[in-house]
């Protein structure tokens, strides 16, 4: 069975760090974009990051450019987001998605979440004092 587990979220204050994982199980992320996306209440998706494990590349949404860092396990099976310096604006449910390997090239923050077929149940990430 074929599975995508988000975990890491939580309440963390301003200034502070969180590390998301998202996890396949029932197969490999090898070959395959895998994107974090966060939504909030009464907005859209808005893409954040993704990696290629085809390409090697990485892309990133301008308003977590140079504090969010995605990176992936040696064994191609669990996903990382490192999030650092967390503000408030940042509160939202995080989710992980998985599809072909040239998506990472032409990600934007409003690239089409039907882009993407394989989606795990998402985790909250809370930024408060």
């Known amino acids: 069975q074929v599975q995508i587990v988000e975990s890491g979220g939580g309440l963390v204050q301003p200034g502070g760090s969180l590390r998301l994982s998202c996890t396949a199980s029932g197969f490999s992320l090898d070959y395959y974009t895998i994107a974090w996306f966060r939504q909030t209440p009464g907005k859209e998706h808005e893409g954040i990051s993704c990696i290629s494990t085809v390409h090697g590349n990485t892309n990133y949404a301008d308003s977590v450019k140079g504090r969010f860092t995605i990176s992936i396990d040696n064994a191609k099976t669990t996903v990382y987001l490192q999030m650092n310096n967390l503000k408030p604006e940042d509160t939202a449910v995080y989710s992980c998605?998985?599809?072909?390997?040239?998506?990472?090239?032409?990600?934007?923050?409003?690239?089409?979440?039907?882009?993407?077929?394989?989606w795990g149940q998402g985790t909250q990430v809370t930024v408060s004092s």
């Open positions: 998605a998985v599809d072909h390997p040239s998506l990472c090239e032409e990600f934007t923050p409003n690239i089409e979440t039907s882009a993407f077929g394989s």
